[in-house]
């Protein structure tokens, strides 16, 4: 029987995507591992790598398709010995969809006022009788990495789900057929984050004849959204509905900083950034107030034990933020090393997944513009962004005289769910004394 190669979930707000390249034709073999496609999603153009072995017997979605849903069947393999004839008995499938809804759903529990013993679920439905069990015993348990990460992630016990996939392998829809229908589970993992609350729906926004009659008909060029724009203008709305911030900004002076890097380029091939000194003073401020360093969940605050600085990289379409993982453990050299290599990847839509998607805080950089001042958004789950302006010589007043420094403003965006007013600004005092001090980062 062909082996179906599905439309994956590259994101977890993915619902659907656009094929923006084949890497192969009908004909060509495919080991596992090999890269076989383009994907736009929600987030960044990335390669998708072949986890069957076979030939390619054919291409169901053509090269350019849009709003491809997760799930769906974009390519068939064909096995060892098949011939393209069984291509013609496999169905032509529709895109798999989230399972339709009970005729008569069971209402959600309210929320109680105190923790509460966990609510009775119901049966979990049975599932087809020509479903594959995916493992037994010491068998190995045959799992895409999405559903696998999304059983950890829930505390599903994966030994006791049966696969829908090709030749039983457990998908994404087995998992959240399991989550509806209360497969049994493990204990969570304490690395576990719980499932963040559903936003509410995003007001309706008005057609383009709309907005053009609001404007007096002026002449205008459409510029069609792409899948990246569609999702930041809908992430930023709901941070906007939803998460209550507030403000708080420092100036910091940074003519010891501009010095310091002054004499490390001089002496060093690597070219220190005065973007890296930042992002290396908020790792070690986060560090030194790990309130900052969380994320808000209906359960509890979450305490990151790592620190994971996300940067904003602005792209043609959009931004995307990658991640500099454990960033208070880093020199600056290999800071700005990794920064380079995943700003220059992130441009070229090269990123890995795990290269973006996470991260603990949020920094954003517009001093390269000349901005003087600005404040950024939250990127949930996150709770806090630092935005970053450019270094201005200013007159500043200094032990009754009036000298002139170089002042650099940062201002901080904080979920006050999560961070209070005196929490954050004792983070930003100790952004600023590093910042001022950078001698003090290298110790």
Excluded at 107 to 132: D, E, G, M, N, S
Excluded at 189 to 197: C, D, E, K, N, R
Aim: a neutral charge; one cysteine or more.
């Amino acid at each position: 029987m062909p082996i179906e190669v599905l439309m994956p979930a590259l994101s977890p707000t993915m619902t659907e995507g656009n094929l923006a390249k084949w890497h192969k034709k009908v004909g060509d073999t495919v080991k596992a591992g090999d890269v076989i496609a383009e994907i736009e999603t929600d987030k960044a153009t990335m390669e998708v790598e072949a986890v069957d072995e076979g030939v390619v017997g054919e291409l169901v979605v053509p090269e350019g398709a849009q709003g491809v849903k997760v799930n769906a069947v974009i390519a068939r393999l064909l096995g060892e010995g098949e011939e393209k004839t069984a291509l013609k008995a496999a169905p032509t499938p529709a895109p798999k969809a989230a399972p339709p809804a009970a005729p008569a759903p069971v209402p959600a529990t309210p929320r109680p006022a105190a923790p509460q013993a966990p609510q009775a679920v119901a049966k979990p439905a049975p599932q087809p009788a020509a479903a594959v069990h995916a493992g037994n015993g010491a068998d190995r348990v045959f799992a895409s990495p999405l559903a696998r990460r999304m059983a950890t992630q829930a505390g599903l016990d994966i030994t006791r789900l049966k696969g829908t996939g090709p030749h039983g392998r457990i998908v994404k829809s087995d998992i959240d057929a399991a989550l509806k229908g209360g497969t049994p589970t493990r204990a969570p993992s304490p690395a576990a984050v719980p499932a963040a609350p559903k936003a509410p729906p995003m007001a309706a926004t008005p057609s383009m004849a709309h907005v053009a009659a609001l404007a007096g008909n002026a002449p205008y060029t459409p510029v069609p959204h792409t899948t990246m724009r569609r999702t930041i203008a809908r992430r930023l709305t709901e941070v906007q509905q939803t998460v209550p911030v507030f403000y708080l900004t420092v100036d910091c002076e940074i003519d010891a900083l501009l010095k310091a890097r002054a004499d490390i380029n001089a002496q060093s091939e690597s070219k220190i950034s005065v973007n890296d000194f930042v992002i290396k003073a908020a790792a070690l401020a986060l560090k030194k107030v790990p309130a900052v360093n969380a994320s808000w969940s209906e359960d509890a605050v979450l305490r990151w034990t790592s620190v994971d600085v996300s940067v904003a990289v602005a792209l043609e379409d959009g931004l995307i933020t990658p991640i500099i993982r454990n960033a208070d453990q880093k020199g600056l050299a290999q800071i700005s090393a990794e920064m380079k290599d995943l700003a220059a990847r992130a441009k070229a839509n090269k990123l890995k997944l795990e290269e973006f998607q996470g991260g603990t805080f949020s920094i954003s950089n517009l001093g390269m513009f000349s901005v003087s001042e600005f404040t950024a958004v939250i990127n949930p789950p996150q709770s806090c962004i630092l935005a970053v302006a450019a270094g201005v010589q200013q007159p500043v007043a200094r032990n009754g005289a009036v000298t002139v420094a170089t002042i650099m403003r940062g201002t901080i965006s904080c979920d006050h769910r999560v961070v209070d007013g005196a929490t954050s600004a004792q983070f930003m005092n100790v952004f600023k004394r590093y910042i001022e001090s950078p001698v003090s980062m290298l110790l």
